[in-house]
């Protein structure tokens, strides 16, 4: 059973169009971050969301923790090629496991 | 300068054989970790080690050895490399703290023929 359910797992999409990516558990968190990995590359961190109810914005994509801080959503307005990537949650379990979600691959076509 | 760097980059290998990745940090975290990410993408934890101490080992087959000589590396050796090997193996550091941030390296792709 996976801690961090993502959903979609794919999604496909034309440039111009916003979308949303979710991250679920049954489990409280104290924090959560999303990162972003491209082909080839790590993952790179793109925010961290400690609040519940917390709201965080990075250009045109609004990271969102829920209430109970349980879930959290990855909004994207306006989508462009190059945001095109593998998008993935994580949480700290325990004391230094950094576990991750199985990840949202997200394709923006021109 | 690389924040976590890993070599090689690709490594192609035969059954059977052993081989080793390294990996280093240059950004004084104390703690490092690897991870496999399979043909899903799905990134899975094997081994964390803080301050050179072993903290985590995710039931991971014993034909897998980490080895940090320092806390700026962490190096994974493996034995008796099998099919099922192959992969994406990634690096990556932290400081532990309420919001531990992780910084990957790049990367090594195994693959075993």
């Known amino acids: 059973t996976q801690l961090l359910e993502q959903s979609p797992q794919f999604l496909s999409i034309q440039e111009g169009e916003n979308l949303t990516v979710y991250c679920n558990s049954s489990?409280?968190?104290?924090?959560l971050q999303w990162y972003r990995q491209e082909p080839g590359e790590g993952p790179v961190l793109l925010v961290t969301v400690v609040t519940g109810g917390e709201v965080k914005k990075l250009k045109r994509l609004t990271f969102q923790f829920g209430d109970a801080r349980k879930d959290s959503s990855l909004h994207i307005t306006a989508a462009q090629p190059g945001d095109t990537g593998l998008y993935l949650c994580?949480?700290?379990?325990?004391?230094?496991?950094?576990?991750f979600g199985q990840g949202t691959r997200l394709t923006i076509n021109p | 300068d690389t924040a976590v760097s890993q070599t090689p980059k690709y490594l192609v290998t035969q059954m059977g054989n052993d081989k080793s990745i390294k990996c280093e940090q240059n950004?004084?975290?104390?703690?490092m970790y690897w991870y496999k990410q399979d043909s899903k993408k799905f990134l899975k934890i094997m081994f964390s080690?803080?301050?050179?101490?072993?903290?985590i080992n995710e039931t991971v087959p014993n034909r897998f050895s980490p080895k940090s000589p320092d806390k700026a590396h962490l190096n994974l050796h493996i034995n008796s490399l099998e099919l099922g090997d192959s992969a994406v193996y990634f690096c990556?550091?932290?400081?532990?703290?309420?919001?531990?941030?992780?910084?990957f390296g790049q990367g090594t792709r195994l693959t075993v023929v």
């Open positions: 080690y803080n301050n050179k101490e072993l903290i």
């Open positions: 990556a550091s932290s400081q532990v703290g309420r919001n531990t941030e992780a910084f």
């Open positions: 994580a949480t700290i379990q325990g004391a230094q496991k950094l576990v």
């Open positions: 950004l004084g975290h104390d703690t």
């Open positions: 489990s409280v968190f104290s924090s």
